[in-house]
């Protein structure tokens, strides 16, 4: 599959499903979490707590002790932190500027909209390569299914 290559981005069900829970749990202000996996196939998050030191989340914001943990748990799953993931409630999932004046170049970002406590649309971006502006991401979803083969052990499964 092309859409875990460098212009794409894979959610399994359960790491989507994941997103939208949090952005629905956290409500009305914005959940932020980080996206463990390799290249652009997400395989895992790590939920980032929704107070810091300044108070309740209102703003997507990851500071130091926040990057450290999501290395770190990306680590002891042999895979990568690839990117963050956010809520915006009451607002479409499109990067703010505030978003875009944040951001890390390679990174990916993905943006779940929470329409009165409800997760929505999910879109995912980067950084263009100049930081001017974000660039959609081609985002796939796997479906939920009852179906055996779980996403990350599709291959093994044949
Ligand atoms: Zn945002």
Redesign the pocket.
Known sequence: MSVGGRNGIALGAAVARAIREHGAEAYPF?CCGALIGHGGAVIDVLPLPNTTSEGPRR??LVNAEDYQAAEAAAESRGAELIGFY?S?PD?PAR??Q??LDHAWPFFAYI?VSVERGTPGAVTAWRLAEDRSAFEAQLLAIEREEPAPARWADARSGE
């Open positions: 914005e703003r997507f956010h915006h607002h990067p703010s505030y978003d943006i």
